[in-house]
């Protein structure tokens, strides 16, 4: 399964709402998901430090981290895993950071660590990964705004043209359409196979123990796409 983590995870930085313990992430893995999209808004509130932390933590779960990037060449790479012997790229894209997200990079760390939410850029990663084998590929989009039920124009257009330029599934979080509400009707089913996704946002609080993670994530992990038997 994939899911978007909406939190950091930090050790050095205080526990909040955006920022989690690592030892949160092994029952996590254990509900199913096997990738995480860490391209959300706070992605970059600790730096590139705080996000190679992150991606390391993730790594260390056992899931596949992807979609914010700790330099060019990572960027570049793309992201590509096997499931069941099928090839499955993973891309992300987002257009914004929050402002200490912004604070904590500089402006040509910014043009590297997220991928650019233009029809232009995704559709030539699209190429990219299909030439390189991949026989599924995912698009995961950071966007919109939070509590709304439907898609706007601009987001309709914009995941049509992703179908067009070959996606078989769209994986959208942070939006109106990031619970899988909306955007079914509006969108050609023959080029897009599936319009679901969900973020996982965990909240530590005070009475945050290890013994009450396991729990604390079955709790709050909706269903997410299935990565297995694609």
Not at 92 to 108: A, C, F, M, P, V
Not at 205 to 215: C, D, F, I
């Amino acid at each position: 399964s994939i899911a978007t983590l909406e939190n950091n995870v930090i050790a050095s930085a205080k526990l909040s709402d955006f920022n989690i313990p690592a030892d949160v992430l092994a029952p996590l893995h254990a509900t199913g998901v096997n990738a995480l999209c860490l391209g959300y808004y706070g992605a970059l509130n600790g730096g590139v430090s705080g996000l190679v932390e992150t991606q390391e933590a993730v790594s260390a779960a056992g899931m596949t981290p992807y979609g914010v990037y700790a330099s060019q060449q990572e960027r570049d790479s793309l992201t590509l895993v096997e499931v069941n012997g099928i090839s499955v790229a993973l891309l992300s894209y987002q257009n914004e950071l929050t402002s200490s997200g912004k604070r904590q990079t500089t402006d040509k760390e910014q043009a590297f660590v997220i991928a650019s939410q233009q029809l232009p850029v995704i559709a030539d990663d699209i190429a990219k990964v299909r030439q390189a084998g991949a026989k599924v590929v995912v698009v995961s989009l950071c966007w919109g705004k939070a509590g709304a039920t439907a898609p706007t124009s601009t987001q309709t257009e914009l995941a049509q043209g992703i179908a067009d330029a070959g996606a078989d599934i769209r994986h959208a979080a942070n939006g109106g359409d990031s619970h899988g509400r909306s955007g079914r009707r509006q969108v050609s089913p023959r080029a897009v196979r599936l319009f679901i996704g969900q973020s996982v946002y965990l909240r530590p609080g005070k009475a945050y123990h290890p013994g009450q993670h396991s729990a604390a994530v079955r709790r709050g992990v909706r269903p997410c796409h299935r990565l297995r038997g694609v």
